[in-house]
């Protein structure tokens, strides 16, 4: 059965750090999506991207994220300079369309910044 | 604007109980529902889904919800707990004819099931 697949499953990052977040999402889907959710809070939406170009993004995503899809398959989410507050799950998603109906999730990354 | 609040951030129930986890929606136009399940250590797995056809939805591992739009909720009941159910469920919503289909979550309901 096709996946999501994310890696590193988990990541620790000195803080002032940039660190790169990667995922494979399933192969013929074009809408690609981060989500974050902090300890012991609720999953929120960061980014939408589709065709080469966010689509949508929340408040939470400032200048210090950027998002790429550097070679066809991988998606990635940077983050420039981590603060202790990206301290997170970030979950990869993918769909097939923009008004799929289903989105399929990664096992997340999570990041801990020390 | 849209919101889902999940009622209960913790429930127990015994093993053969009925489960109900609740949660209730605030949308201006149409909404798509939705209950995904986290096992620990795991990611996001759709449990279920309501997208504007019936109004009772039957998902995996023998859960289901109904939408109940006079009530503005979408509870996600289950007859008999089993052991394995123990996980995180969260319910979200999605505009149905929004531009994208960004997923807002409720902040979830953990499920514990005693012996």
């Known amino acids: 059965e096709p996946e999501v697949t994310q890696t590193p499953s988990h990541q620790v990052t000195q803080m002032g750090q940039e660190v790169i977040l990667r995922c494979v999402p399933i192969s013929n889907h074009l809408y690609f999506y981060w989500y974050r959710q902090i300890l012991g809070q609720k999953v929120e939406f960061l980014v939408s991207f589709y065709n080469n170009e966010i689509s949508e993004k929340s408040e939470i995503f400032d200048d210090q994220f950027s998002v790429e899809r550097p070679d066809g398959s991988n998606f990635t989410l940077k983050i420039r300079s981590t603060k202790l507050e990206d301290s997170a799950m970030y979950f990869c998603?993918?769909?097939?369309?923009?008004?799929?109906?289903?989105?399929?999730f990664g096992q997340g990354t999570r990041l801990t910044v020390v | 604007a849209q919101s889902v609040t999940q009622l209960g951030s913790h429930v127990s129930v015994s093993e053969g109980a009925l489960v109900l986890l609740r949660c209730n929606y605030s949308?201006?136009?149409?909404?798509?529902l939705f209950w995904y399940v986290q096992y620990p250590n795991q990611g996001l797995q759709l449990l279920l889904k309501y997208t504007s056809a019936a109004t009772l939805v039957k998902g995996i591992n023998g859960f289901e919800a109904e939408f109940k739009k006079s009530e503005t909720s979408f509870h996600l009941t289950k007859p008999s707990a089993h052991m394995s159910d123990a996980a995180e469920y969260f319910c979200?919503?999605?505009?149905?004819?929004?531009?994208?289909?960004?997923?807002?979550f409720g902040t979830g309901t953990l499920l514990a099931v005693q012996p």
């Open positions: 979200a919503v999605t505009a149905s004819g929004g531009a994208t289909n960004k997923l807002i």
């Open positions: 998603a993918s769909s097939t369309t923009q008004k799929a109906t289903e989105a399929f």
């Open positions: 949308s201006s136009v149409p909404p798509y």
